[in-house]
């Protein structure tokens, strides 16, 4: 008998070891789950912003701070930021959801006619129904309409369209069928250091490996072929490079990448052989002079068949960010090219899986590509907010830029796009020396003493030795004012408190 029981300690610690666990554990715990799933960090919802809404309860019950509220800056989301939805778009929204308003007079005929368009081809005329898994097919349709108009009559094929759950969810599907091999044949995937943190959290996630070139900071954040070529000759050593993801313009950065820096990349994905992914959910943010939104699918189509019936690319657009800021509904799409036949099959199987994206999401993006046209009830003030909006986020991309640099230790790049800036902070050694995480150690600091919320330069990747924060330029121009001012007098006290 005690030799039994000896025999079954054995056994138990031994299970343990191998994952599984004496009998009355817990199944699963820290140790025997997924082991990927411990190496994924989203830094954009990480402590800090935790600890900032616990201080919005402590707030809540009376407790005092040296500020009255959390201003969050640490994520791209316009309407939690005060920005006012198209009035359009939620018009058609409220028709499919509830369609008795199809019967009310307040409501333009153009978009009751939007709606009913969007219920006729839902199941039973419900937006409750499940679509089919590549999404509702005249969105699909109105989603290739619109990338040819944009792309100055370039065709595009409803059926290389796939409806996602925003934009995010694109990614991480064709990430997963690109992830195979093992050792040195591992798919490594090409990101840009600073990223946008979704691509190193789902690289983590499926195993793959994570390849980084550096954009130079010097020079605008731009993008250096030779750097694309260090990166990629390095990681050959150790695993199979075979993605490079692009994001322009440029989360964190705010980068927009001129028409010759892109041909160049696809001269280097064509050259080495990379699957090329094109994040351009910030397409309609442009700002800065002289600048201007290309898309890949644009530029490779106009380098010539040697380049458009080889190169394979996906690219990304979502409802979430440009002047619609509808990022609750997680409606996006993706658009395949040149992408192998039966791979292409794969993917609608993988995509079936999980039935459909949502149907509100769907509607919402089709909304996006097919809002109203000239002549139509609703097009002057959709024009009105539209202009507003984005008129009011330039405005903001320059302000931002412009008080930043005036603060002594803060070094900011032109907003050209997008939603952000990056900037590089001079922190003093003490700090540098003190804390584990300098970045992380300022950003908590500034939210305890501020009340704001920004995420530090280390979720998103940096050189060594150079810190930075992104922030949003979300927020209203006076509340922006307002956060720019503390956060100019929170870096000087800083840099005195550690000198």
Known sequence: RALFSFGSA???????ENGALPRGGKVLTVDTMNANVKKVDYAVRGPIVQRAVQIEKELKEGVKKPFEEVIKANIGDAHAMGQRPITFFRQVMALCTYPQLLDDNKFPEDAKNRARRILQSCGGNSIGAYTTSQG??????????YIQRRDGG???????????????DGIVTILKLLTAGEGRTRTGVMISIPQYPLYSASIAELGAVQVNYYLNEEKCWSLDISELQRSLQAAREHCNPRVLCIINPGNPTGQVQSR???????????????????????????????????????VLFEMGPEYSSKVELVSFHSTSKCYMGECGFRGGYMEVINMDPEVKAQLTKLVSVRLCPPAPGQALMDLVVNSPKPGEPSYQTFMMERTAILSALAEKAKLTEEILNTVPGIRCNPVQGAMYSFPCITLPERAINEAKAPDMFYCMKLLEETGICLVPGSGFGQREGTYHFRMTILPPTDKLKILLNKLKEFHQKFTQQYS
Do not use: W
Not at 10 to 16: E, G, P, Q, T, V
Not at 136 to 145: G, P, Y
Not at 278 to 284: C, F, H, L, R, S
């Open 136 to 145: 509702i097919e005249c969105v699909r349709h109105d989603v290739a309409n």
């Open 154 to 168: 370039i065709p595009s094929d409803p059926d290389n369209i796939y409806l996602t759950t925003g934009a995010s």
């Open 10 to 16: 054995l056994d138990a610690s031994h299970m343990s």
């Open 260 to 298: 010759q820096c892109i041909e160049d990349v696809i001269q280097f994905a064509a050259k080495e052989n990379l699957f090329l992914m094109a994040d351009e959910v910030y397409q309609d943010n442009v700002y800065a002079e002289g600048c201007e939104f290309h898309s890949f699918k644009k």
